[in-house]
């Protein structure tokens, strides 16, 4: 596997349930990113990680819930949703933050019924 | 606060007819500038950056953009485009001490053969 991948790509899931998005990047970078993709909206910032320390979050409800364990991964874990969470999610990583290239992975595409 | 505003979110344009997609930011301190472009099912790739130096910036597949300080506009171009470049195009800023990038809403470039 190379640059950033996400699992799984498609996620259904009730408002009920319990799920976690994964996101990988061997890369080597420092820093890892969450962002939420909806239409005709700008992409939003979610979380920072910069070190496997959290280091920016942007008022994101208390049902997203972050985890990054070591510098490669990073979870996402979801509960209680609710159906205009509905959106791509997307992962990015870079070398540290601040101004370096940000590298995507492919997305998970969520939807909440 | 910063803010991206890209003002066509729809550009249709014949193929091998150039193009530009228009980018304005509005910041009080000094900016980093990127486009990114995604395709169909993937996440974001970068096409170029300007940090410093020449305003002309030259990025991958034959693109361009051009800062203009005084506009505050970071426009992004190519000669001919080719069915290929059929994407969504996204400019993003980021300031010299943040942790974070802020993204326009994105244009949709279409190439119709």
């Known amino acids: 596997e190379t640059g950033v991948t996400q699992t799984p790509r498609h996620l259904v899931m009730g408002m009920t349930n319990k799920k976690s998005l994964k996101c990988e990047q061997h890369?080597?970078?420092?820093?890892m990113y969450w962002y939420k993709q909806s239409a005709k909206k700008p992409l939003e910032l979610m979380f920072v990680y910069s070190l496997e320390e959290r280091v920016e979050n942007n008022s994101v409800p208390s049902r997203f819930s972050p985890e990054c364990p070591n510098s490669s991964h990073l979870f996402l874990h979801l509960h209680t949703l609710q159906p205009e969470d509905s959106a791509l999610y997307l992962c990015a990583s870079s070398q540290m933050t601040g101004f370096d290239e940000q590298y995507f992975g492919p997305g998970t595409r969520l939807t909440v019924t | 606060a910063q803010s991206v505003t890209q003002l066509d979110s729809q550009v249709p344009v014949f193929e091998e007819a150039p193009v530009e997609l228009r980018c304005n930011y509005s910041s009080s301190v000094s900016v980093y500038l990127f486009w990114y472009v995604q395709y169909p099912n993937q996440g974001l790739q970068l096409l170029l950056k300007?940090?410093?130096?020449?305003?002309l910036v030259k990025g991958i597949n034959g693109f361009e953009a051009e800062f203009n300080k005084s506009q505050t506009s970071f426009h992004l171009r190519k000669p001919s485009v080719h069915i290929s470049d059929t994407a969504e195009y996204f400019c993003a800023v980021t300031l010299a001490a943040g942790n974070q990038f802020y993204f326009g809403t994105g244009t949709s470039l279409t190439v119709i053969p």
């Open positions: 890369l080597g970078h420092n820093a």
């Open positions: 300007y940090l410093s130096g020449s305003t």
